[in-house]
C-alpha cells in the first residue's frame, strides 16, 4: 500500500497503477475510519482494480462555530485498517498541498445544497464541492464511493458531477450501522457512554415515524410527536424532514427521504432513512 502527500507523487503513482486500462476508485474521508468507511472500500474494489483512499480533514467545510481540532484523527489505526482492507493507494495532503498559498477558487453550490444542513452549517457544501472536485481531479477517479448516510452530502455531489461535466461515476453505498442501529460515524467517538447509550433513539424514532407515514399518518403530525419525543429524551432537533429524495424539496407522494440532524450533549448526529 502506497502513502502519498505529494501531488507528483501521486500522479506517478496513480499512473503506474491504473497502467493498461486500469480504472482507479476513490473512497473520499476525513479519516478516523470506521466499519462504514471500510464498507465503502470494499465496494470500491468491487468497482475498479485500483482502489485510492483519501484522509483529508477539510478546514473548508468546518464554519467557525465548529471545532476543526476537535475532530478525531487516528493516522496510525487508519493506515493499518486501509492495509488489511487490501487498499492500494492512500492520499494524505496536508492543508497547503490542498489549497496552496493564493488559492481563490470555490465552487458554489445551489439546489440540493440548500436548507438542512445547508442552513444549520453555511459554507459547508461549499467546502465539500470544493474538496471533492479537487480530489477527483487530483486521483483522476474513475469511481467515487460515498455512503448514503450523509444524504445531503450525496446528492450535492450529484449535482457538482452532473453541472460540471466531472469524468466520474458516483457510487452510492447503504448507511452501514452499528449493531443497536446507530449509524456509523466518526463523531459518535466524542460520545460519552451514557449519550452513546442514549444515540440510537434517533434512529428508532425515525423508524417509528416512518412505519406511521407508511400507514397513513399525516406527515407533519408524525414528524412532530417525533421530535417532541427526542427533545423528551434529551436530544436537541435541528430538523426531523420528509424530502424528495433527488432535490430534497419538500416530499410530495411515492418514494422520499426521512432526514433528521440532532445534538446530542456536544456531538451532532446525522441519520436518513428511505420511504
Known amino acids: 500500500m502506497l502513502i502519498l502527500r505529494d501531488l507528483q507523487a501521486l500522479r506517478r ?11 482507479l476508485a476513490l473512497v473520499p474521508t476525513m479519516g478516523a475510519l470506521h466499519q462504514g468507511h471500510l464498507a465503502l472500500v470494499a465496494a470500491a474494489r468491487a468497482a ?8 483529508f480533514v477539510n478546514p473548508l467545510q468546518f464554519n467557525p462555530a465548529e471545532d476543526l481540532s476537535r475532530y478525531p484523527r487516528d493516522e496510525e489505526g487508519d493506515l493499518a485498517k486501509l492495509e488489511s482492507a487490501g487498499c492500494d493507494l492512500v492520499w494524505m495532503p496536508d492543508v497547503p ?25 453555511p459554507e459547508h ?7 471533492c ?39 452510492p453505498h447503504p448507511t452501514v ?21 442514549l444515540a440510537p433513539l434517533l434512529p428508532r424514532t425515525m423508524q417509528v415515524a416512518l412505519d406511521a407515514i407508511r400507514a397513513g399518518a399525516a406527515p407533519a403530525a408524525e414528524l412532530a410527536r417525533a421530535e417532541a419525543r427526542l427533545r423528551g429524551a434529551g436530544f436537541a432537533p435541528d430538523y426531523l ?6 432535490t ?28
Open 97 to 121: 498541498t490542498m489549497y496552496p498559498p493564493g488559492s481563490a477558487t470555490r465552487i458554489e453550490v445551489a439546489g440540493p445544497a440548500q436548507g438542512y444542513e445547508g442552513a444549520v452549517r
Open 48 to 55: 475498479a482494480e485500483t482502489v485510492a483512499v483519501s484522509i
Open 241 to 246: 424532514a420528509l424530502v424528495e429524495p433527488a
Open 13 to 23: 503513482a496513480r499512473a503506474e497503477a491504473c497502467a493498461g486500462a486500469r480504472r
Open 248 to 275: 430534497l424539496t419538500p416530499w410530495q407522494g411515492g418514494p422520499g427521504r426521512l432526514l433528521a440532524a440532532a445534538r446530542l450533549g456536544a456531538v451532532r448526529l446525522l441519520d436518513n432513512m428511505a420511504l
Open 177 to 197: 450501522r452499528e449493531g443497536d442501529g446507530l449509524a456509523c460515524s466518526s463523531r459518535n467517538q466524542l460520545l460519552g457512554p451514557a449519550e452513546r447509550a
Open 133 to 171: 472536485t479537487k480530489l477527483f481531479s487530483q486521483t483522476q477517479a474513475d469511481v467515487a464511493v460515498f455512503g448514503e448516510k450523509d444524504w445531503q452530502q450525496l446528492q450535492v455531489i450529484n449535482r457538482v458531477v452532473a453541472d460540471l461535466d466531472l469524468p466520474v461515476r458516483i457510487l
Open 125 to 131: 457544501f461549499r467546502g465539500v464541492a470544493t474538496v
